[in-house]
């Protein structure tokens, strides 16, 4: 498996893999527009490219969201699957909008914000690295998926592993609109919510420097070295005097935007339709009350709540209904807020996109550093509240 340069996927060496040929060696890329990347950065005038891209049918948001699609028909064709059909509607109806945001300011960061400026503000092994991450996180108004695609994508401009984890643990919990969403819902036991959310995140991500210090997980490709006197404000000062404003200029920015939200798109969307379908047969075919009668104030039902949330977390906004249902129902805080943090740090498509996007180990590590700490934070809640 070979590794693209610019975002870090493992690409097969196959014959219709997308590559050129440059400074005597193949260089594979995941798409197109990382392809266009590299050339750009590298200022190749002249290369052999092997084709012009890998092929609608073989592109896996193609494939997963022709079989979406297909699902979707059929259920809603076959009147006994109409309930699947409703819950993928309804499952689809909550996120779209997250995700369409979250792929739009990708596509907007790839285009407009430099790497220098990323790796400046986000790349260092310090304490503050982390603050700001969680604070960039806070001011985001996005669910998990649609957060999702904000991560990866200042992974690509070269954050660090361990900022990327804490802005991703902060961001769908502590974000501004769903902090508003979560005191309509919980009133004044909310603070309690969104001030764990902010410690679980900085403890993570001081977790993942530790392991980034002694290499036990992967390195960020994408980091730049940025010069000591290097200043953001004064480079945006310089480049906002230099920028000339014209049709072509804007319709450059258009067309780099929707090519960076497009790349960006072909590598998480596809795992959270996958993620979408699971949880719409979930939802539809197993019983809400089983959930409610295991769920209760014990280890044992935290536990059970943990598993329920890995399967059937789809979006932040989305969960919180079910973790006020969980909470009405057993009276069970914690359990509530286990459900709920739970869902972001052992989420099968949020593993999935950091295992393929960044590395095995660096996802692995995710729930076994925030699982602890989320159970133990739900168990007290049970006690004390």
């Known amino acids: 498996m070979a590794i693209d340069p610019i975002c870090g996927m493992e690409v097969k060496e196959t014959p219709d893999a997308l590559n050129l040929e440059y400074d005597g060696k193949t260089v594979y890329f995941c798409n197109k527009r ?191 070295k940025v010069k000591g006197d290097f200043s953001i404000r004064q480079d945006i000062r310089n480049r906002i005097r230099e920028y000339k404003f014209s049709i072509d200029s804007i319709s450059k920015a258009v067309k780099g935007v929707l090519d960076g939200s497009w790349a960006l798109t072909t590598m998480i969307v596809w795992w959270i339709l996958i993620g979408v379908l699971i949880a719409s047969f979930i939802g539809t075919y197993i019983p809400h009350d089983i959930f409610m009668r295991y769920a209760g104030p014990s280890l044992l039902g935290l536990f059970i709540t943990l598993i329920a949330a890995t399967i059937i977390e789809v979006c932040s906004e989305g969960s919180s209904p079910i973790a006020f249902e969980i909470f009405k129902q057993t009276g069970a805080f914690g359990n509530s807020f286990v459900f709920l943090m739970a869902g972001v740090a052992t989420d099968y498509t949020e593993i999935g996109i950091l295992w393929s996007n960044i590395g095995k180990r660096t996802a692995l590590y995710l729930p076994l550093i925030a699982g602890p700490q989320i159970i133990l934070l739900g168990y007290l809640f049970n006690i004390l509240l």
């Open 34 to 224: 990382c392809m266009e990347k590299y050339i750009e950065e590298n200022k190749i005038s002249a290369f052999c490219e092997s084709c012009a891209g890998i092929p609608l049918y073989k592109q896996r948001v193609i494939l997963v969201s022709f079989i979406t699609l297909i699902i979707i028909i059929i259920s809603y064709i076959i009147p006994e699957l109409n309930p699947l059909y409703n819950k993928i509607i309804e499952y689809l109806s909550l996120i779209w909008w997250a995700v369409l945001l979250g792929l739009l300011i990708g596509g907007v960061i790839d285009y407009f914000i430099p790497r220098e400026y990323i790796s400046k503000t986000l790349a260092k092994r310090e304490k503050k690295t982390l603050f700001t991450a969680v604070i960039f996180g806070f001011l985001m108004s996005a669910c998990s998926h649609g957060i999702l695609a904000i991560a990866i994508q200042l992974y690509k401009k070269g954050a660090s592993i361990p900022a990327v984890i804490a802005f991703l643990m902060a961001a769908p919990w502590a974000n501004l609109a769903y902090t508003i969403l979560l005191f309509s819902l919980f009133g004044m036991k909310a603070i309690y919510i969104i001030i764990s959310a902010i410690i679980i995140a900085l403890i993570t991500g001081f977790a993942y420097q530790i392991l980034d210090i002694s290499g036990k997980i992967e390195k960020n490709p994408h980091t730049l």
